[in-house]
């Protein structure tokens, strides 16, 4: 079973960055997928970005693409987004996924506030 722990998360005023962590129990490369989803106040969860581990190809919400990045460090089983140009409608909880064999994992969530 995969364990997911975010971090990175806080308050920052429009046009600024943050840059979440998500630190996995398993090896990065054996997870098929890992991204991250977003839900903010009285809405549903909502895809962000994903990184398919194997082909290192990365998908990305349309609007994100441009401001946000997904990446990974291997060495540290860890995934990053890192986001910038931050806009107050990209306030919410951010989640990690990782997605093997098939079954699901979710972390802990971290909040995001953009606010000026």
């Known amino acids: 079973q995969v364990q997911l722990v975010e971090s990175g998360g806080g308050s920052v005023q429009p046009g600024g960055s943050l840059r979440l962590s998500c630190a996995a129990s398993?090896?990065?490369?054996?997870?098929?997928?890992m991204g991250w989803y977003r839900q903010a106040p009285g809405k549903e969860r909502e895809f962000v970005a994903q990184m398919f581990t194997g082909s290192h190809t990365n998908y990305y919400r349309d609007s994100v693409k441009g401001r946000f990045t997904i990446s990974s460090d291997n060495a540290k089983n860890t995934v990053y987004l890192q986001m910038n140009s931050l806009k107050p409608e990209d306030t919410a909880v951010y989640y990690c996924n990782g997605q093997q064999d098939g079954a699901n994992y979710w972390g802990q969530g971290t909040q995001v506030t953009v606010s000026s």
């Open positions: 398993e090896i990065i490369f054996s997870v098929d997928i």
